[in-house]
């Protein structure tokens, strides 16, 4: 069943990049191409394809993943959910097919992107042609974001760990309970003299 093209809602799909790691405060590790993309809903049997690029800004590599996330139960749900397809066009590899539903708030593994180089992704959404006039209206979001990570950390930017936060709450339970201590102590001295 064909939707009319005036019920046809828009599904904004959005890359966006976010720099991670040490080196994120100093500045971004990759730059997105482009930043947003908005495209029909598509009807059934109809896909909607766009392309994606990330760029490296550091002569470090840095390992690459694209996170997955959104809002639409309409499209995202149900017996004929929209369909998401990610292939790396340099060889064809696929890096993802199937329900959106199966990758959102998750993140996909990507080739390490090398020091000032860029990687591309094609990327396509269908609905199933057996999909009903129940999506006719739907519409949504889907977000994809390039996350790279910096390998290298400033020892001024290390984490703290377990054993500097049990030390610090040994020492803020251990000296009010050696004042208290103290405290007894002297007050028995006084009572005994």
Known sequence: MRFPKAAALALAIIMVLTPAGAAAAAGRLIEADPSAIALDTPGPGQSRAWQMSVR????????????????????FEGPTPLQLELRD??????????????????????????????????????????ADNRYQNASGNLI???HAESTTAAPSK?????SHLATGLLLLLGVPLVLCGAIILIVRRKRNQ
Do not use: H, M
């Open 89 to 130: 066009p340099r060889n064809g590899t696929v890096v993802f097919s199937g329900p959106v539903a199966n990758v959102l708030g998750s993140r996909i593994a990507l080739p390490n992107l090398a020091g000032r180089s860029s990687y591309a992704l094609e990327g396509s959404v269908t609905l199933p042609a057996s």
């Open 158 to 162: 290390l984490a703290i760990t377990g």
């Open 56 to 75: 490296s800004v550091t002569d470090q590599t840095v390992p690459l993943t694209l996170s997955v996330t959104g809002e639409s139960a309409q499209l």
């Open 144 to 146: 994809l974001t390039f």
